[in-house]
C-alpha cells in the first residue's frame, strides 16, 4: 500500500510540473512585436534590419547606435558609460517590401520579432527595457526604448521621409 501511494505521489507531482511548464512554454513563444513601417512618399516601402539591445543592465552612454565593417559582416554596437561595447541581443535578417495580391511591392514593410528568438536567459524574464533600432538599407535609422515581456505583444509603426537628408530619425 505504501508503494502505491509514493507511486501516486509521483505521477501527481510529475503531471503538475509538465502542465505547469506547458502553459509556460506556449505563453513564452507567443509573445511578439510587429513593426509596420512605410515611407512619407513613393511606392515601395523600406528594407533593412531591426536590432535589440538590452537597456536594463547596461548603462548605454546615449541611444546612439554604431557600426563597423568587418571581414565582410555589418558589426552593430551601442558604448556604455565606461566606454565598452554593447551588442545586440536580437538581430533580424534583412526585411523587405510587403507585395500586393499581383505580385508588385507595396509602401510598407512588415517585421515581426518573438521572444522565443531572445537568448535563452530572457526565458524566465517576464518584462524588459530595451532599445530597438530600425537599419534601413539607405543609411538611415531610428530607434525607440520599449518595455516587453514575454506575456506582452507590441504593435509599432513608423513612417520614415523618402528624401535620405536625415540619417536619424526620431521614433
Excluded: A
Excluded at 4 to 29: A, Y
Excluded at 38 to 46: I, Q
Excluded at 66 to 81: A, L, P
Excluded at 124 to 139: A, E, I, R
Amino acid at each position: 500500500m505504501r508503494k502505491m501511494n509514493v507511486l501516486l505521489l509521483f505521477v501527481l507531482i510529475v503531471s503538475v510540473i509538465t502542465g505547469c511548464s506547458k502553459d509556460d512554454k506556449e505563453e513564452f513563444t507567443t509573445s511578439f512585436i510587429q513593426i509596420k513601417m512605410k515611407y512619407d512618399k513613393g511606392d515601395k516601402g523600406p528594407e533593412g534590419i531591426v536590432y535589440l539591445f538590452d537597456i536594463t543592465n547596461d548603462k548605454v552612454r546615449d541611444n546612439s547606435v554604431y557600426s563597423i565593417y568587418s571581414k565582410g559582416e555589418t558589426i552593430v554596437y551601442m558604448r556604455d558609460v565606461n566606454d565598452e561595447l554593447v551588442f545586440p541581443v536580437y538581430e533580424s535578417s534583412q526585411f523587405k517590401p510587403s507585395k500586393n495580391q499581383d505580385g508588385f511591392y507595396i509602401n510598407e514593410s512588415i517585421h515581426s520579432l518573438y521572444w522565443y528568438e531572445l537568448p535563452f536567459y530572457f526565458e524566465s524574464v517576464v518584462s524588459h527595457k530595451f532599445l530597438l533600432v530600425v537599419d534601413l538599407k539607405f543609411g538611415q535609422h531610428t530607434s525607440k526604448v520599449i518595455e516587453w515581456g514575454r506575456r506582452k505583444n507590441l504593435e509599432l509603426s513608423k513612417t520614415f521621409k523618402e528624401d535620405y537628408s536625415d540619417k536619424f530619425e526620431e521614433w
